[in-house]
């Protein structure tokens, strides 16, 4: 196994299994081919054609096609067909920051191959070859990735919310991080990728912080969705993460992005090119 094992792990796609999701002749998604006869009979709300599934052409505001699509999806929910049900609203948009066509349940994201947004926080202490970094694990409840690995602060980017706001909560919430030391997270740029999951198509960008924290500080999980913390020399988490997949597959890579912007994974090695292109798809 390598750190470019763990990239290829987020590059699983087929294309040929994929039609495009429009809105107004403008793709924002894809749909598994197996997922559209799932949608054939929501004519007033979805138009499944032979080159792909449209928006109806008489929805067109934000309020109207949100409310037709959250009762298409509560008419799948209720039939098994998007599990893992969150009750949380995301932005179906092509561009981060601009204005969202309509909001969709984060659950059914993934089924219409629809671009999904994240913050992770980097927890460390230390420098070089001193420095450690902390862990959570995921509760076996999480409806993705349980029991795996995790970065001390991670969630999804709902609707309504900034990327501070959003960083802020989930490091409230994930590991009691007080505001005024969350507030000293460094934003360090991206990672995307587009892989096939049980879940559905990923289509993500992730937005990532590194946190410095003092050598007192101990997270603790206030919304059970971590179920442990662990403290890590880096060279722990550069074996964990090279020879093992027990990282969930997006955190493995925004560690492999801080490995890389550390100075951890060189120049040198024969995969690095790879590695950094890799880590934005």
Not at 198 to 203: I, Y
């Amino acid at each position: 196994m390598s750190y470019l094992d763990r990239v290829h792990d987020c590059a699983q796609y087929q294309p040929e299994n994929y039609l495009p999701f429009r809105i107004a002749d403008e793709q924002v998604g894809q749909v598994r081919l197996e997922f559209l006869p799932k949608l054939a009979g929501f004519e007033n709300t979805f138009c499944c054609t032979d080159d792909g599934l449209n928006l109806a052409d008489n929805l067109h505001r934000f309020e109207q096609r949100t409310e037709a699509v959250g009762q298409v999806l509560e008419g799948l929910r209720g039939k098994g067909h998007v599990p893992g049900w969150r009750d949380e609203a995301y932005p179906v948009t092509n561009c981060f920051g601009s204005p969202p066509f309509f909001d969709m349940e984060r659950a059914a994201v993934p089924l219409f191959g629809v671009r999904g947004y994240g913050v992770h926080v980097n927890g460390y202490l230390g420098d070089d070859g001193d420095m450690c970094m902390w862990i959570g694990r995921r509760s076996m409840s999480k409806p993705t990735g349980p029991g795996k690995l995790d970065q001390m602060v991670a969630g999804g980017q709902p609707s309504g919310i900034s990327l501070r706001e959003n960083m802020l909560k989930e490091s409230a919430e994930e590991a009691n991080i007080p505001g005024f030391l969350a507030e000293k997270a460094v934003p360090v740029g991206t990672i995307s990728y587009l892989t096939e999951r049980p879940e559905g198509l990923r289509n993500d960008v992730l937005f990532n912080f590194d946190l410095r924290l003092p050598q007192n500080f101990e997270p603790v999980n206030m919304d059970d969705e971590v179920d442990e913390f662990y403290l890590w020399p880096i060279d722990q988490v550069m074996e964990v993460i090279r020879e093992t997949d027990d990282f969930k597959f997006n955190s493995a890579l925004v560690i492999i992005d801080f490995l890389v912007r550390r100075g951890f994974i060189y120049p040198d090695d024969p995969d690095y090119a790879a590695i950094v292109t890799g880590l934005h798809r």
